[in-house]
């Protein structure tokens, strides 16, 4: 079992920044693909950015250049640097854990969410 807990959200105003976090506990955060989605009114859930247990980032298109994703394993905690923030990005943004390595079967967990809202 894994638990994540986001924090971070809040009101911001276009092109401002933030930074969410997510703390994993309950397993061992290394073997885990972490990733934040997120997920607005009235719109299915989206993936965001992922980061491998090798430290491999992706990131859907719209927030290419804008979103950085990373993680301390050190500190079970994944990070997403939101800068640039515009209106659309408004949504609660999940945190997902998807493992652990080399299983035969994987798991994904979520977080509870934490909303961010990007308006002037």
């Known amino acids: 079992q894994v638990q994540l807990v986001e924090s971070g959200g809040d009101l911001v105003q276009p092109g401002g920044s933030l930074r969410l976090s997510c703390v994993a506990s309950?397993?061992?955060?290394?073997?885990?693909?972490m990733g934040w989605y997120r997920q607005a009114p009235g719109k299915q859930r989206e993936l965001v950015a992922r980061?491998?247990?090798?430290?491999?980032?992706y990131y859907t298109d719209s927030v290419k250049a804008r979103f950085t994703i990373s993680r301390d394993n050190a500190k079970n905690t994944v990070y997403l640097q939101m800068n640039s923030l515009k209106p659309e990005d408004t949504a609660v943004y999940y945190c997902?854990?998807?493992?652990?390595?080399?299983?035969?079967?994987?798991?994904?967990?979520w977080g509870q969410g934490t909303q961010v809202n990007v308006s002037s």
């Open positions: 997902n854990a998807n493992g652990p390595i080399g299983s035969i079967i994987l798991k994904n967990y």
């Open positions: 309950g397993s061992i955060f290394s073997r885990y693909t």
């Open positions: 980061i491998t247990t090798g430290a491999i980032t």
